[in-house]
């Protein structure tokens, strides 16, 4: 394995080191980087991208019939970022969401799944779901729920620390 031959080369380099560390946020963004290849294997059949897929999503679950404003829908988006109105354009261009004026205020837009993004969300929903099923499929449920526990800790104590630096 990978993981096992940098230990063994950093023992042999700096025994002196704990490089452990290193190598568990290694192992981390090794692991997050394979399971997202899998998923855009997926989405790219579809002509998506993970930031696309999740403002699809996000619209799907989370947006009233009107649709979200961008600054609604960007607070709302698992995958962060200043590029919302690039994904906004883009899945617009695909014929996959609408955007509409606001009705008292012509500065402001709310964007919406249109029927061609709410087809393609519910049709590729169950195929994706199944994927990150099977993904973790090699996992038992304690260790999922030990996964869930974990990772929800490490992920606060980040979020909290990226907070107090801004």
Not at 114 to 121: E, I, M, R, S, T
């Amino acid at each position: 394995m990978f993981l096992t031959r940098v230990e063994e080369d950093w023992q042999a380099r700096r025994p002196d080191l704990d490089a452990s560390p290193m190598l568990r946020v290694l192992r981390l963004t090794r692991l997050g980087a394979r399971l997202q290849a899998q998923l855009d294997r997926l989405l790219k059949q579809h002509g998506l991208n993970a930031a696309g897929w999740d403002l699809l999503l996000t619209l799907y679950r989370s947006a009233p019939p009107e649709g979200l404003r961008p600054g609604e829908l960007l607070s709302r988006c698992a995958v962060n970022g200043p590029a919302t109105s690039n994904r906004i354009a883009r899945l617009s261009a695909l014929g996959l969401i609408t955007r509409a004026p606001h009705p008292t205020d012509r500065r402001q837009a709310y964007v919406r799944l249109n029927p061609a993004g709410l087809a393609l969300v519910e049709a590729l929903l169950p195929d994706f779901l199944a994927l990150e099923s099977g993904l973790l499929q090699v996992l038992h449920p304690a260790q999922l729920t030990e996964l869930d526990r974990l990772s929800e800790v490490l992920l606060d104590h980040l979020e909290h620390q990226d907070a107090d630096h801004t």
